[in-house]
């Protein structure tokens, strides 16, 4: 069943009895792909936490107004779990991109690995960053994701590393010691969980030591070793799992 939410700007009112307009892009796909009418019900977000569900009062193609019906308030994952994702060939970086907002990660930081075999030049740099934030914007809305996360600029190692004062850093390695689930357990509350993901050529020797010199600890997924695509929202879902974070299908909602 393929769900429908639609973003809204922070700006606009979501609180029962308000009148809400969605832009024209939102609009249009409301209208001419999801076929809306007059009357039906679908939900809208701000990707700050507050999910409404509204009733269409006017539609056309480039325009669509709707009354709030009800709204639901939804707390911040904590601690907040971050993805950093190398940039890799073939897609598969955008692909771990998706699956990780899916997942409810709440920031993604693109990572110019040494090894990459993508590389973000000149002007790249910008549209990628635009391109990885439509992506997520859009996976957040299909997965019905109260709260839309954060796409970085690129990172280099070095801009990386000037992180970790503030974050918990897991380099995922395959010949790492200690499995993901025994090293996230022992992560403090405080601070955000961060997964590093490497390219296809996987992380640098440099690359490790820079990272471990600068606290991060490394973990394995399991006795197999997983595409860049794959071992990002894998690691997730365990982090997930590990942490209780997946108790409850809708947690701290809140009607408002």
Do not use: C
């Not at 970790?164 to 022992?186: G, K, Q, R, W, Y």
């Not at 020797?205 to 471990?212: F, S």
């Amino acid at each position: 069943m393929m769900a429908h939410m639609y973003g809204v700007e922070a700006s606009q009112r979501l609180i029962p009895g308000a009148t809400i307009a969605l832009s024209a892009d939102e609009a249009r796909h409301a209208a001419t792909v999801a076929r809306l009418r007059v009357g039906e019900r679908v939900k809208v977000s701000n990707g700050r936490g507050t999910i409404a569900l509204v009733e269409a009062i006017d539609v056309s193609p480039t325009e669509v107004s709707a009354v709030v019906v009800d709204v639901t308030h939804h707390q911040k994952l904590s601690p907040e779990l971050w993805l950093v994702q190398a940039l890799a060939k073939g897609g598969r970086d955008e692909q771990a991109l998706e699956q990780a907002v899916e997942l409810g990660v709440s920031r993604v930081i693109p990572w110019q690995a040494g090894r990459s075999v993508s590389v973000w030049r000149g002007d790249k740099v910008d549209k990628g960053q635009t391109r990885w934030a439509r992506i997520a914007h859009e996976a957040a809305k299909q997965s019905l994701q109260p709260w839309w996360p954060e796409v970085s600029p690129l990172h280099s190692t070095g801009e990386l590393v000037g992180l970790f004062p503030e974050i918990s850093v897991v380099v995922l390695d395959p010949d790492a010691p200690l499995p993901l689930t025994a090293v996230v357990e022992l992560l403090p509350e405080d601070k955000p969980i961060v997964l590093v993901v490497g390219p296809e050529g996987g992380i640098s020797d440099d690359e490790r030591h820079q990272m471990m010199s600068a606290g991060a600890v490394l973990a394995r997924l399991g006795p197999t070793v997983l595409r860049t695509s794959t071992a990002g929202p894998v690691a997730l879902a365990v982090t997930l799992a590990s942490r209780g974070l997946w108790d409850s299908p809708e947690p701290n909602g809140k009607n408002l």
